[in-house]
């Protein structure tokens, strides 16, 4: 067999019997790989779909910048709160092995079937729908995309990612760096042209920003919803604790300096795409980034979408190689079949619980759509994330001596709560 339980495994070594091994995940993410990890993650498909839904519900070009920065200010208080849980419970498995820990087994099967059944595959499937639409958009500009062509290209992209990551741990880190690196310039490629024409005094969308006339309170959390959505992913480092060299360190701090890249990159593009759009034309886009490099970089414009793409795609694989981990830990708790637990002899990658989501994301990307399945996961994610906050502070009661090498003030998880 190519793979045996994690527990152990007997190997021969020169015609000899050796005692039993231990098969384990190895400790191959360091501070630059963890931040590509959550950099990786982040920027994905939110920052070129999540626009349209926050101006839409915020009513105003103005306010819509505040639930920008707002989102990243309370995701950076639900990181550093997921940072101290990393540090004092130092196994893999993120959400699940922390309401585990705090809330005990029952509560934690029922995080974790809400995950394999509807959370993780619809999120995969909006990503993947995002990168199935935007590798196609050079072939077929300025034309519009058939759905059935999208639906197939996203199908391919999702089959790779499953590949890659049943194949080599050390492979999938290396190319998370590099599709980080891709989503970065992405970025780049839209803030630097955007802050040339904020400097130039291109300022007349900016006008009235604040204008609060079509702004109603009753919008404002669906554009919150919109905004989170765009940071989910702080969160996946904790999926792989137990392969982080040094978690005690590496945890907190390649999470604040991924926010902090992170928060800027998603107000400063925004700015940029208000220098060339107003809001009704923002609005009217079916690709705000394509939009906006057809109005500003002329021939050149061809290639925001392949980065677009890439981004998206470094996003899928980043969320396979943490969700598999917890698939993994759940397995090992004796709440999923035990092949999930298993891991390859040779390659050392969980291989089954990588290519557990596959069927059911599949699924979703051919019934669904971008938007319908934004909406239903979105509840489901935060109402859990909610619940794994409560848990830190449940914790500091129940077990107050447990090591805390990081440790959050108690208003941290509270604000993230609220």
């Not at 794994?388 to 108690?410: A, E, N």
Request: glycine share 8%; proline share 5%; charged share 10%.
């Amino acid at each position: 067999a190519g793979y045996r339980p994690a527990l152990s495994c007997l190997k021969k070594r020169g015609g000899k019997k050796m005692d039993k091994e231990k098969v384990e995940l190895g400790k191959k993410v360091t501070l630059l790989r963890g931040i590509s990890i959550i950099i990786g993650t982040i920027i994905g498909a939110g920052i070129f779909i999540s626009p349209k839904g926050i101006l839409k519900h915020s009513g105003s070009v103005g306010v819509s910048l505040l639930v920008w920065i707002a989102c990243g200010v309370l995701s950076l208080f639900g990181a550093l709160s997921y940072a101290e849980l990393g540090t004092c419970i130092k196994k893999s498995g993120g959400h699940y092995t922390y309401i585990m820990e705090a809330f005990g087994p029952q509560m934690a099967f029922i995080r974790l079937w809400a995950d394999l059944i509807a959370i993780r595959p619809a999120g995969m499937a909006v990503i993947s729908l995002a990168f199935g639409q935007y590798i196609l958009e050079p072939l077929f500009m300025p034309c519009g995309i058939p759905p059935l062509a999208v639906k197939l290209a996203t199908a391919i992209g999702l089959t790779s990612v499953m590949y890659l990551n049943s194949m080599s741990v050390t492979w999938t880190a290396r190319i998370q760096i590099f599709l980080t690196v891709s989503k970065l310039l992405a970025i780049a490629i839209i803030i630097v042209p955007g802050m040339y024409q904020l400097f130039k005094g291109e300022t007349r969308h900016f006008e009235n920003a604040f204008d609060l006339s079509n702004v109603q309170l009753s919008g404002m959390p669906l554009a919150f919803y919109s905004g989170m959505y765009a940071y989910a992913g702080w969160f996946y480092l904790n999926f792989v604790t137990e392969e982080v060299n040094n978690p005690a360190k590496t945890v907190p701090l390649a999470i604040c300096i991924s926010m902090a890249i992170v928060t800027s990159c998603y107000v400063l593009t925004n700015v940029a795409y208000y220098t060339v759009m107003s809001a009704e034309e923002l609005l009217a886009s079916s690709a705000v980034a394509v939009t906006f490099a057809e109005r500003l970089l002329g021939n050149f414009s061809i290639a925001v979408p392949v980065f677009v793409a890439l981004s998206c795609y470094g996003s899928m694989n980043g969320c396979i190689f943490a969700l598999s981990r917890m698939f993994y830990v759940a397995s090992r708790e004796g709440q999923l079949p035990e092949v999930l637990s298993m891991i390859h002899v040779r390659r050392h990658t969980p291989l089954a619980a990588v290519l557990i989501m596959y069927p059911m994301t599949m699924l979703q990307l051919l019934v669904g759509d971008i938007y319908s399945l934004l909406n239903f996961m979105s509840f489901l994610r935060w109402l859990f994330i909610g619940v794994v906050v409560l848990g830190l502070i449940y914790l500091r009661y129940t077990k107050p001596d447990l090591p805390r090498p990081f440790k959050v003030s108690i208003s941290t998880p509270l604000c993230s709560y609220i």
